[in-house]
């Protein structure tokens, strides 16, 4: 039998990507140059360049300038929630029914972006955490993430608040997922994650999960011995356990515990024993401690979706907490565009199975052909004007 091949150019990605977000955005014209379909273009290009709306303005031979192309998202934009929510509808639009049909492992992570400079409307705009690229200042955002091959979507997006509690963050999120129907079969937490609200909040809706504990009290050098959860950093087996977490308030929380215990056989220049702690609940119940394990590694997957986030991420100096969500929904529309491209276009179909070959479309060149298409239609500003000098 004859195999039938079709072909996929830059076109087709950037009608994609342009009809999708402007379907569930709906910006407006504003001017007779900015339409929707110039701001796209511009948008695009600058996520593409990684850079900001003033560099790709500046770039493009007959784009609109920078400061009318703000003007235009600023005129067209909707208030932060309802930006948030159509945001959302964008990463939710098109999935793949498969991720409808069962229950899926859910990753949920916070991603901080750094910030130099002073809230616009509310202290509470800027999220402090641990020093990081120089500042201790974040725009910070909590992503849910499916955790299945082929079909890694983002589907959840929200801003996180200084001081908001992450029970709240993770019941958003968790509603959000359900708006596309995807329902979780277990998640996996961050660390930061391991608090006495949380781990009451996860056990009281029944929601499995699993999460690293942080190490807190004696260390098994101290004389009267390890506490708190030291005390499972120092087995020496693998095994189960269960833990009682209080916090500040006096509030408890108990949990099941497994320990893995491996041999490090120089991996990252280490050596020796370690032991791994992690928390677990909500109705999972774990066959073997390298289940655990091998579960929970899967959840770094998350971190690389923030790793190409970065990678179509415009850059802004601005204070707008708008503007910032807007340009990291684009980034993470722009992903799951690529992905969505990989398993319904470019996956060879094996049976009931898709082989994907991520190599064919790599993000990067993805983005590549976003930047050619603005070129090809806005021209490049290959031209720098200069006052002649003057002898004297």
Known sequence: MRTHYSTITLIDIQVYAEMLLQKHLRLKKHGPKCHARCLWTILLYAAARICSLAAACAALANAPSDTAVHDALLAGLPAFAELQRRLNRALQGNLPNTLRRH?????????????????????DEIYRSQAKSGTTHFHAYATAYVIRTGQRFTVGLTAVYQGEALADVIRRLLAQAAKASVRPRYLLLDRGFCSVDVIRYLQAGRRAFLMPVPRRGRKSTHPKGPSGTQIFAAWKKSGWGQYTMTNAQKRKATFAVCVKCRNRRGERGRHGREALVYAYGGGLRPTSYRWVRETYRSRFAIETSYRQMN????????????????????ALVLRNVWVWWHWEHLSERRGSHRRLNLNVLTFRRLLLWLQHVAEKWLGVEDEIHVQPTTRT
Request: proline letters at 10%; a positive charge.
């Open 103 to 123: 229950r899926q492992p859910l990753a949920i992570d916070l991603t901080l972006i750094p910030y130099h400079g002073q809230h616009m409307d509310h202290p």
């Open 311 to 330: 990678q179509a991420r415009i850059r802004t100096c601005t204070r707008d907490p708008l503007l910032r969500l807007l340009y990291v929904g684009i």
